[in-house]
Nanobody, 116 residues
């Protein structure tokens, strides 16, 4: 069973930065896409950023130029560097990984709160 351990959330003032990490373990099959989603109260979960095994990336328009996703394949770890944070970035952030069998796994979430 794949386990995802997220870390790095917290409370910051607008304009500051946070770095989220998510380490995956227990996968018997190669991990392909790794990514981050977020869900604010009363809203649907949305894609923030994702990165393929080859390093190709995809970002939500709202975070382009501010957030950077990266991964360490040797550690099965994905990172999300979040700069110039805004109050509207406040949400629960969830790590997501997909393996070569196209199975999807989710972390338990880490809270990011940005005060104005």
């Amino acid at each position: 069973q794949v386990q995802l351990v997220e870390s790095g959330g917290g409370l910051v003032q607008a304009g500051n930065s946070l770095r989220l990490s998510c380490a995956a373990s227990g996968s018997s099959f190669a991990i392909t896409t790794m990514g981050w989603y977020r869900q604010a109260p009363g809203k649907q979960r949305e894609l923030v950023a994702r990165i393929g095994s080859g390093g190709n990336t995809d970002y939500a328009d709202s975070v382009k130029g501010r957030f950077t996703i990266s991964r360490d394949n040797a550690k099965n770890t994905v990172y999300l560097q979040m700069n110039s944070l805004k109050p509207e970035d406040t949400a629960e952030y969830y790590c997501n990984v997909r393996n070569v069998l196209d199975r999807n796994y989710w972390g338990r979430g880490t809270q990011v709160t940005v005060s104005s």
